[in-house]
């Protein structure tokens, strides 16, 4: 089944700690994604990535990090994660940066 | 700015059509979507239009395009209780950039 999986589904966390949130997908998409969810805004485009080794920031790249070794993993780090980073994470992916995106089903994330 | 809004609820009755509007500001944009997005679910593609369309019908729903007023909308016909979703407009940017609206919320009576 084609899908994108994000682990874990829901962490509550301290400040300061790092952690990371692992972002898979089957398809062998070039393009990925990860977009953070508040309420009132919409979703807000994190960082993404074109292909393997190539990222790029999005609206709120603050705070957080990313890497693309291999195609089909994405993973978000928090190096010291903050109040303000308490979340619904969404990774995504697609073809290509027109082609239709792929979402998985979320991280919520507290950090206290 | 690069803002995309729309209006954050709408109520209708089952049965009738819902109409949920978005506005966006970059007239360079090559596609615009519509998601959904169910209690506790990721967002699910319900349909997109190219930016040289003014109009795609995809069964119950009806996507209008007027790129002169920077407007979009989606029409869904005869709503059901299943539709109550947060429905997300989003323009591409390009280059792997998607900018979203805030979602409208719907609500379906029966």
């Known amino acids: 089944e084609a899908q994108v999986t994000q682990n874990p589904r829901y962490l509550i966390t301290v400040t300061g700690k790092k952690l990371t949130v692992t972002c898979s997908q089957n398809?062998?998409?070039?393009?990925m994604s990860w977009y953070r969810q508040d309420p009132g805004l919409g979703l807000r485009q994190i960082y993404y990535?074109?292909?393997?080794?190539?990222?790029d920031k999005g609206d709120v790249p603050e705070g957080y990090k990313v890497s693309r070794k291999e195609k089909r993993n994405f993973p978000l780090i928090l190096e010291s994660p903050s109040p303000n980073q308490t979340s619904l994470y969404f990774c995504a992916s697609a073809n290509s940066n027109v082609d239709t995106q792929y979402f998985g089903p979320g991280t919520r994330l507290t950090v206290l | 700015g690069e803002d995309v809004e729309q209006s954050l609820f709408l109520s209708v009755r089952e049965g009738d059509s819902s109409v949920i509007n978005c506005t966006y500001t970059d007239s360079s944009s090559t596609y615009l979507y519509w998601y959904k997005q169910e209690p506790g679910a990721g967002l699910q593609l319900l349909t997109y239009i190219f930016s040289n369309m003014d109009m795609k019908q995809d069964q119950r729903l009806t996507v209008l395009l007027n790129k002169k007023d920077k407007h979009l909308s989606l029409r869904i016909a005869d709503t059901q209780t299943g539709d109550s979703a947060i429905y997300f407009c989003a323009e591409s940017k390009g280059g792997g950039k998607l900018i979203f609206g805030q979602g409208t919320e719907l609500s379906v009576k029966p």
């Open positions: 990535s074109m292909n393997v080794e190539v990222t």
């Open positions: 398809m062998n998409h070039e393009y």
